[in-house]
């Protein structure tokens, strides 16, 4: 079992930063590859950001590349989304997942997830 919870989410303007944490406990998260993901009201829940367990490999939503950046510290069993230049579309509850093969291979491969935090960006 890997218990996942999600902080850092918030209201922030148009053009502002956020930093998403993900905290770990239970089965070792060092093995896990991290991904996380955004639902937004009205739609389906979309993939934004993924990072295999070594942190060697990253993997995000077009949209989001070069203002996203998905890290993850190991020793403290802890994963963490950067937000940049934070758009209205950004705008989501956003949660992160872990998969238990080390290696990310889509949403349908993650194996726990957490309840997820808003994030709302206003105009």
Known sequence: Q????????GLVQTGGSLRLSCAASGRTFSS??????RQAPGKE????????????????KNSVKGRFTISR??????????????????????????????????????DYWGKGTLVTVSS
Request: aromatic share 16%.
């Open 73 to 110: 510290d190991n020793a403290d069993n802890t994963g963490y989304l950067r937000m940049n230049s934070l758009k209205p579309e950004d705008t989501a509850v956003y949660y992160c997942a872990a998969d238990t093969s080390g290696n990310y291979y889509g949403a349908s491969g993650m």
């Open 45 to 60: 829940r979309e993939f934004v950001a993924a990072i295999n367990w070594s942190g060697s490999l990253t993997y995000y």
């Open 2 to 9: 890997v218990q996942l919870v999600e902080s850092g989410g």
């Open 32 to 37: 896990c590859a991290m991904g996380w993901f």
